[in-house]
């Protein structure tokens, strides 16, 4: 046996020289920082989920603008898992986003967070094309049908804004310059009608066409970054053919999510548990079906009145569901009630750390072990 093996490179330097054709497998193509994501959440999801904020490291609750400041790291000495900022006005290529965040910081905190084996995603809260009032102006007739019907002005207005939208994603970059992969929910709550895009503004097929629009620009403009997730509200979603009412396809969706909010404190838990069951359960199931991932893509209790609401209703509640994180909202500095993480002496705060020991919780000292 041990001669036979002499021949071996011979044979193959033979094989070489008389045109066989070598079985040696062609190289495959380097992921997309969107697959690599993929990948990475996927994997996420069987440990555990990862904890999320909006703006978390942009303002806290006493502050504003401070390099490295964060009021979850102050509490539990580490930063959210996953952190989630809005490309509002990015539209309109403002220096800074509605909250007055500028897009150059908002892009330095990316590589950060990347940079420390964390995650970002984005909302995108964009101004009405017509009235150009906010989000939430919902004056003017058949919008999003504006939008999406070629030769219409307000066609050719939404394609420069989706532009540059995915100019500015496309422009996330690593150490290395490389694109970083992030989780990008345009047109997000849509089952409810607060939004110039919500239910009562459009059509079913003009929602659909939005989206399908908004995914095709990003593809012409090779933007390879970005997984897609689809986030209805709690509003008009009792099961899953309601969750599922305005889904765009599986040809564009990566992630199933979902935006629900506890109001009312204890009187209100179970309805925000009920909730819950019907539109993270919704989306946990379709995504199983469908191979895709699940995500708590908005949550929170504004002021976090209820001083166990981390462990006893946060955790108790989305532990059966296999979600790859869970993020809440932000904490304004310059509004005192609206909160939605602790900081430093709150009441809550035994609670947040009994869910951040949790093996199942996840921030981004956790993340960076999971690649």
Not at 187 to 192: A, I, L, P, V
Not at 320 to 333: D, E, L, T
């Amino acid at each position: 046996m041990k001669k036979f093996l002499l021949y071996i490179p011979f044979l193959v330097a033979l094989a070489s020289c008389s045109g066989t054709k070598s079985t040696e497998a062609a190289p495959q193509p380097e992921a997309t920082p969107a697959e690599e994501l993929r990948v990475r959440l996927d994997s996420i999801s069987r440990h555990g989920f990862a904890f999320g904020m909006h703006d978390a490291t942009a303002y806290g609750h006493t502050w504003a603008w401070v390099e490295d400041s964060c009021d979850v790291r102050s509490v539990c000495g580490d930063y959210p898992g996953v952190m989630n900022w809005d490309l509002g006005l990015v539209e309109w290529a403002c220096a800074k986003e509605l909250d007055s965040v500028p897009f150059e910081l908002i892009r330095r905190e990316v590589a950060k967070q990347d940079r420390r084996g964390g995650i970002s995603t984005f909302s995108w809260h964009a101004r009405n094309p017509l009235t150009k009032g906010d989000s939430w102006n919902t004056d003017g007739e058949q919008v999003v049908h504006q939008c999406v019907t070629e030769g219409n002005p307000l066609n050719d207005t939404i394609k420069v804004w989706i532009g540059r939208a995915a100019d500015f994603i496309g422009s996330l970059r690593d150490d290395s310059g490389r694109r970083i992969g992030v989780v990008f929910r345009p047109w997000h709550e849509h089952t409810g009608s607060w939004f110039w895009w919500g239910r009562d503004h459009c059509s079913v097929d003009d929602y659909k066409a939005l989206w399908q629009l908004t995914y095709d620009i990003f593809q012409e403009k090779g933007i390879d970054n970005v997984l897609w997730a689809y986030s209805p509200d709690k509003d008009n979603v009792a099961d899953v053919e309601s969750y599922l009412e305005r889904y765009p396809g599986d040809s564009i969706v990566d992630i199933l999510g979902g935006d629900v909010y506890h109001f009312d404190g204890e009187k209100g838990k179970d309805v925000y548990v009920e909730r819950i069951n019907n539109v993270i359960g919704a989306a946990c199931q379709v995504a199983k079906e469908r191979g895709k991932l699940a995500a708590f893509t908005e949550t929170g209790s504004e002021g976090i009145p209820m001083d166990n609401w981390w462990t006893d209703v946060l955790l108790a509640n989305i532990e059966q569901y296999p979600v790859c994180y869970v993020s809440v909202w932000r904490n304004a500095h310059d509004n005192p009630r609206h909160f939605y993480a602790p900081y430093p002496g709150h009441a809550s705060v035994p609670s947040f750390m009994e869910f951040y020991n949790d093996g199942r919780t996840l921030f981004a000292r956790d993340l960076e072990q999971i690649k």
